[in-house]
């Protein structure tokens, strides 16, 4: 089993930057598709980002695109979301998901970190 956990989040103005990284253990993350999800009150679950296994494919959500990047680190065991230009409206609990093939379900979740985007 691979346990995920994220940190990084926070509360930022508008404008601000955040990084959030999600800290694998258990087994090698690199054996691992990764993606990062939020969460909203009241709204669905969206994918934000993910990344493949070595980190040369890599998938942006529009509503994020030219402001997040996503990226890992495999010897820190370590995948990272660089969220830049931060709007109100990203305000969520993101969460990282890993799964073994990009058509594979994601079988492991961390517990979410919190970010808020003041105005």
């Known amino acids: 089993q691979v346990q995920l956990v994220e940190s990084g989040g926070g509360l930022v103005q508008a404008g601000g930057s955040l990084r959030l990284s999600c800290a694998a253990s258990?087994?090698?993350?690199?054996?691992?598709?990764v993606g990062w999800f939020r969460q909203a009150p009241g709204k669905e679950r969206e994918s934000v980002a993910a990344?493949?296994?070595?980190?040369?494919?890599?998938y942006t959500a529009d509503s994020v695109k030219g402001r997040f990047t996503i990226s890992r680190d495999n010897i820190k065991n370590t995948v990272y979301l660089q969220m830049n230009s931060l709007k109100p409206e990203d305000t969520a609990v993101y969460y990282c998901?890993?799964?073994?093939?990009?058509?594979?379900?994601?079988?492991?979740w961390g517990q979410g970190t919190q970010v808020t985007v003041s105005s």
């Open positions: 990344i493949n296994q070595s980190g040369d494919i890599t």
């Open positions: 258990g087994r090698t993350l690199s054996n691992y598709h």
């Open positions: 998901a890993a799964r073994l093939t990009m058509i594979s379900i994601y079988n492991y």
